[in-house]
């Protein structure tokens, strides 16, 4: 059994431009969530993919927007890019769209905008 | 919306010692309470949760209380060892499955 992935696991970009971070959940696991964890805080909610739709949004803007596939891995997409964005972005899966379910985490991908 | 609040920021404890983590919430409607360890370059790893119709769970070494009246849920980890020595964060989830996580404790057992 493999847990969950993410690539890459470093990025560097500059501001306006626009980012696609990956995810593949761990195996059987049919919900992913997406954080973002700014240096020294909690992750912050963006949202969630319940079997390839939208199942909850944080309080993030539309430039932050999301893709699940039919393998249950998903995609993060940031369009104009700010300085703000820079931080680790987590992925999550689950199994089922009760969010008490466990989470497992991925290690993230740590993004900065320059 | 849910705001989370969790104290202290640092916490440094000899080995042996116990260690307790505290956080508050402000939405009553909130269900669910997870606590969260994240070593360094890792991402969060559940390490005890409980839900709003139980008062104490304990796993072991370490445990959470939860007073729903006052809106605050605390972490409990006793017979602290050096690998405990990591970053912890509560969190809360409303009933829109949306969770909210606490700011952290960077917890640093000295042996």
């Known amino acids: 059994e493999t847990g969950v992935t993410q690539s890459p696991t470093h990025l560097i970009k500059t501001r306006g431009q626009q980012v696609t971070l990956r995810c593949s959940s761990q195996?059987?696991?049919?919900?992913v969530s997406w954080y973002q964890q700014a240096l020294g805080q909690g992750p912050q909610f963006i949202f969630q993919?319940?079997?390839?739709?939208?199942?909850g949004r944080g309080n993030f803007p539309p430039r932050f927007s999301g893709l699940q596939f039919p393998n249950y891995s998903s995609e993060l997409n940031v369009n104009a890019l700010e300085l703000d964005d820079s931080a680790l972005y987590l992925c999550?899966?689950?199994?089922?769209?009760?969010?008490?379910?466990?989470?497992?985490f991925g290690p993230g991908t740590r993004l900065t905008v320059l | 919306g849910e705001n989370v609040e969790q104290h202290p920021s640092t916490l440094s404890v000899q080995e042996g010692d116990s260690a307790v983590i505290k956080c508050t919430y402000s939405?009553?409607?909130?269900?669910?309470f997870p606590w969260y360890k994240q070593e360094l370059g890792k991402g969060p790893q559940l390490i005890i949760d409980?839900?709003?119709?139980?008062g104490e769970k304990k796993d072991q070494r370490i445990a959470v209380t939860l007073n729903k009246t006052a809106k605050h849920f605390s972490l409990h980890i006793t017979e602290t060892q050096p690998e405990d020595s990591a970053v912890y964060f509560c969190?809360?989830?409303?009933?829109?499955?949306?969770?909210?996580f606490g700011t952290g404790t960077s917890l640093t057992v000295i042996p």
């Open positions: 999550a899966s689950s199994l089922g769209s009760i969010s008490y379910n466990e989470q497992f």
């Open positions: 195996s059987g696991h049919n919900t």
């Open positions: 993919y319940y079997r390839e739709e939208e199942n």
């Open positions: 939405d009553s409607a909130s269900n669910y």
């Open positions: 409980i839900r709003s119709n139980v």
């Open positions: 969190a809360s989830m409303n009933t829109g499955n949306q969770f909210y």
